[in-house]
């Protein structure tokens, strides 16, 4: 499901993911524009600091996804062991602590929020000669089959 540009209309998106879908995982993919053949796997939302205008010209009230939230959220996935264990050819996979302020990382919160931690994000580069749709795609299967499995050992 590909979300908007838009904070509101993200978080709408997002709460009936949880309530209507109930996913073990929801897994959330965004452009790291600036990347040129780095996958980032994101590690923890943030609440606060949403001060940049959504493409509806609005940013939430205070600047904040969750009024009542904590100031950050970790996934229940552990990306630093995902980064450590896979290799994907053609395209390095970084792990991260700060999704940026802004759709983005306020997906990433508000699907932590209402998942209660079992929400993953990646931040993927654009598609060039060096990263093709195939290879992309590829190495997020490769990512979401590991998550998976972590989703599978935290059951038992």
Not at 22 to 30: F, K, M, N, R, T
Not at 49 to 72: I, R, S, T, V
Not at 77 to 105: H, L, P, Q
Not at 111 to 139: C, D, E, M, Q
């Given at each position: 499901?590909?979300?908007?540009?838009?904070?509101q209309k993200a978080k709408e998106q997002i709460f009936r993911?949880?309530?209507?879908?109930?996913?073990?995982?929801?897994?959330?993919?965004?452009?790291?524009?600036?990347?040129?053949?780095?996958?980032?796997?994101?590690?923890?939302?943030?609440?606060?600091?949403?001060?940049?205008?959504?493409?509806?010209?609005?940013?939430?009230?205070?600047?904040?996804?969750?009024?009542?939230?904590?100031?950050?959220?970790?996934?229940?996935?552990?990306?630093?062991?995902?980064?450590?264990?896979?290799?994907?050819?053609?395209?390095?996979?970084?792990?991260?602590?700060?999704?940026?302020?802004?759709?983005?990382?306020?997906?990433?919160?508000?699907?932590?929020?209402?998942?209660?931690?079992?929400?993953?994000?990646?931040?993927?580069?654009?598609?060039?000669?060096?990263?093709?749709?195939?290879?992309?795609?590829?190495?997020?299967?490769?990512?979401?089959?590991?998550?998976?499995?972590?989703?599978?050992?935290?059951?038992?």
């Amino acid at each position: 499901m590909q979300l908007p540009v838009a904070y509101q209309k993200a978080k709408e998106q997002i709460f009936r993911i949880w309530t209507t879908l109930h996913p073990i995982l929801s897994v959330h993919v965004g452009l790291a524009s600036s990347a040129k053949a780095i996958i980032i796997l994101e590690q923890c939302g943030k609440n606060k600091g949403y001060e940049e205008m959504d493409a509806c010209g609005f940013h939430p009230e205070g600047g904040c996804c969750m009024l009542d939230g904590p100031e950050k959220i970790e996934s229940t996935i552990n990306m630093k062991t995902i980064w450590k264990n896979i290799s994907v050819e053609g395209i390095d996979i970084i792990f991260s602590r700060d999704a940026g302020r802004y759709i983005c990382d306020y997906t990433y919160y508000t699907s932590l929020y209402y998942g209660n931690g079992r929400a993953a994000f990646i931040h993927v580069p654009p598609l060039s000669k060096l990263v093709t749709a195939g290879s992309l795609g590829k190495a997020l299967q490769t990512i979401i089959l590991e998550m998976l499995k972590q989703c599978g050992e935290q059951k038992e």
